[in-house]
């Protein structure tokens, strides 16, 4: 395990600097200009290289060493960051290079994360797959959640560069610890003549597709992801405004979310190994409307923070399940591709949802948009029924967990 604990740490160490980096980008933005458009667009630069680069990222991630892809994209994002770091200390920073920063920061995730995924099943193997993305994403969410958020207060003080420069130095010791994963390239077979990228793209969306699993699970991403970006997008209105509960309640809900989400990690396998991986999304969507449910009904500080941390728990159950699922369910040497088919998938609903929770919350009420993330959450639980049919038992693998086959 001594090799999960490097990835491990590696993940922890990146998340935290990139919580530092995103607190501090708006910071940056707004010195620049009161634009809200071009404020709005460094956002929106992190999600557009998804919907450009996803699916060619994962189809780059099973054709080369993943542990290797990883440590150097690595090592270029902290240059890219360093270099901005420098920019701002120096007073030539602009919004064309923070627009530029974002973009290129993200472009390069569309190859790190895909290669992170295919990478876990040769450092832990499939039987601890469950366990180990509980672990990895608990992890996280402790650095990114809770611990980088006073950091960050702290830093800025020193001065608004000094966040870059922290996120540059975690890109560099994650890197590190990347490189000296002691994991061998996997075995693939000779890629056929005339085999393209594109035609790799294909293949992996055509497998994913015509699983009943793991095309439920996509679905139902697309749609809990249009749900939950309407809600965050307006999460801060609802709780200033419509709760009237001002800054404090907002940061009240937020910590809610973030400890509910801790909390879950805790119970992810376990939740995942007694009810099979995709029952246990289903369950998960079923809590998730009614706790969404009472975030947009009760007019209550109180209820806001009970639902959004029972939101946060179930959100990080139905993470390390999915994860797990899409890392069980695929076949050999065609993960990252997959995995990269669904990320793609789930994305696409995310601006969109944004710009439908401004909406919607306008005409109709500041609370609307929490009750339209519960509708089409309980549609996503919909969508996933043939998933939990087809999800099966075919034999104990060594962690208790049962999946069904990948339709041949």
Partial sequence: MTGFWLLWSAAVVSRFGDALRGAALPLVAVRLTDDPLVVASVTACGYVPWLLFGLVGGAVADRVDQRRAMWVVDVVRGVLVAGFAVAVGAGEASV??????AFALTSLQTLFDNAA??????????????????????????????????????????????????????????????????????????????????????EGVRVLWRDPVLRGASVANLLCNVGMSALIATLVLHVTRWLDAGDAGYGAVLTAFSVGAIAGGFVAQRIGRWLGRARALMVCGAVQVVALG?????????????????????????NVNEVTLTQERSPEGMLGRISAAGRTAAYVGTPFGALLGGVVARAFGLNVPALMAAVLVGLAVVSLIPAGKADVPVGASRDGVTTGRVPG
């Avoid at 109180?302 to 990080?316: E, I």
């Fill in 96 to 101: 064309g290079l923070l627009l530029g920063l």
């Fill in 117 to 202: 995924t295919a990478l876990l099943p040769a450092v832990v193997g499939k039987e601890q797959l469950g366990g180990a993305n509980a672990r990895l994403m608990t992890g996280q969410q402790v650095a990114g959640g809770l611990v980088a958020a006073p950091v960050v207060a702290l830093l800025v003080g020193a001065g608004v560069a000094v966040p870059f420069v922290v996120d540059a130095v975690t890109y560099f010791v994650a890197a590190g610890l990347i490189a000296s994963l002691g994991v061998r390239p996997p075995e693939r077979e000779p890629r056929a003549a005339g085999s393209t990228l594109r035609g790799e793209i294909g």
């Fill in 294 to 318: 009472c975030v947009g009904s009760v007019r209550h500080l109180v209820a806001a923070v009970g639902g959004m941390l029972v939101f946060g728990v179930m959100n990080m159950v139905w």
